[in-house]
């Protein structure tokens, strides 16, 4: 159970307890490997999926853009159903409590079920406040109780769903660090330990050095001991092809401009569509088909792994509770079980295998800009000699999709976002955390970073944004 009140005074409780958010992240020792129950040496391959959850909070609260109480996005479309795909409101709401219902029943038939989920913040903080307080008992459930450890992994993630490439470094700490201190607030510090893996927003890598060094050792910082990325972000550094092992963990090396580096252990969502791939299941029918392989000298199960989001689309509303139970149920016991990732790393390294011993990859482009730069060289003008070079090269970072920049034609949102960052940081250099002003300037400041008000194109969500962004810039200007 949580030790901690789950908003203050209103607001979301995500700061004010850092050094017992860290003391709880930093637990030392394995999480999974004891309760495991999987004969690792004995499987041919494993695979998981993770569920990813978000709802963004909107100034949509009533009909003046600029006076609108901010609100989860869930509730304005159950209050407008007649809008668009809003009909689908009730259908999420199940969606987002409903594997605190699969996990129980599946066990208590005998099976060994497994999911990885992420939740945002955002979401969170949302559901309670429109009176879906159940969606968050039903994870409690899963959550707390020890018979399902095992089978439930969180992922941690940024509390604003905010993307690393284009959210500023110091911010993009706050986010993580604030996704933490919330979990811990709703679930508890013990809960709060097992959680050790990372789930990027978008599956977003920066690729830019300084951004990709600075979003690693967030992640380390933090207490994270791997996280899950996108294949197409990813490069080897000898090469610049992509991951050549993908269903083995890899270990993602970023080097700043100072040639300083950070890394991490990494599983590969591999490409495809994540939420067809999810709902029905493919990573099971896949894995089935592999064999072990060698790994620093050791046979080791291949993994197979997948995550999409948990609510949106037909197949995953309709077709996934069929196909959870049926895979879940096939796999149990079988030599290719479900795994979450956490638990497998753990069993990885239980062999002998170091992270030192992992394949090296690197964000996309990074081969291709340092034959350009060297430390002490001018970065911008080596960048713009990659862009020469190759036409197709970026510092925009790589995501689950191609098709999406986060940072080009965004300006009327981008630039309001780093007014209010820079300002923030000014404004809060002396203010301890547990401030009220300071709570009510985070949660504005994180709101205002929130990809989906960009994801979806110029209209209403970036003015959603930039709304954001002026109330974060006046309660900073006038409250400090």
Known sequence: MSEMPETIDGWPN?????????????????????????????????????LHMQQPLIPAGGGDLRTAEIVSNLKYMMDHQGEGDNHNAPVFHWCYKRIG???????????????????????????????????????????????????VEWLGCTWGHAVAPSTPVQDYRLQVKAWRHHFAAIFGFDALARVKGFSPAEMALPNHPDVA?????????????????????????????????????????????????????????TQGSDTKLVAQMQPYYEAKSKGRESLAGRAVPPFVCQIGDGENGGVMMNEFPGMFRQAMSEASGSPTPA????????????????EEDLPVV????????????????????????????????????????????WTRGYENVLGPMEKASALFAEKTRDVPASDPRYRKALFHLLCSQ????????????????????RRAIDILNYDF
């Not at 989920?117 to 899963?142: E, H, N």
Request: glycine share 12%; net charge negative; aromatic share 12%.
């Open 339 to 354: 795994m979450n990732g956490g638990e497998y790393l753990e069993q990885v390294f239980n062999l002998g295998i170091r």
């Open 362 to 405: 690197q964000p996309k482009w990074t081969k291709l800009l340092f034959e350009h730069f060297r430390p002490g060289d001018d970065l911008d003008k080596a960048i713009a000699e990659c862009k020469r070079a190759d036409g197709r090269f970026n510092m925009e970072g790589g995501s689950w999709t191609n098709d999406i920049s």
């Open 213 to 269: 060094y600075e979003f690693v050792k967030t992640l380390r910082d933090c207490g994270y001991r791997w996280v899950m990325l996108q294949e197409h972000s990813l490069e080897r550094p000898g090469d610049g092809r992509g991951p050549d092992r993908p269903y083995l963990p890899n270990r993602l090396v970023c080097r700043n401009r100072a040639g300083e580096e950070a890394s991490i252990p990494v599983i590969v969502k």
């Open 14 to 50: 995500f700061c004010g307890e850092e050094e017992r958010v860290e003391a709880a992240a930093g637990r030392p020792g394995p999480v999974y490997l004891p309760d495991s129950g999987i004969d690792f040496g004995r499987i041919n391959s494993a695979w998981g999926v993770a």
């Open 101 to 151: 219902e699969f996990i129980p029943e599946l066990a208590g038939q005998g099976k060994d079920p497994r999911v990885m989920l992420d939740y945002s913040g955002c979401l969170f903080y949302g559901l309670p406040r429109m009176g879906l307080a159940d969606v968050l008992d039903s994870l409690r459930r899963i959550t707390s109780d020890r018979r399902y450890w095992r089978n």
């Open 450 to 469: 929130t990809s989906c008000y960009r994801y979806w194109g110029q209209g209403i969500w970036t003015d959603y944004g930039a709304e954001i962004c």
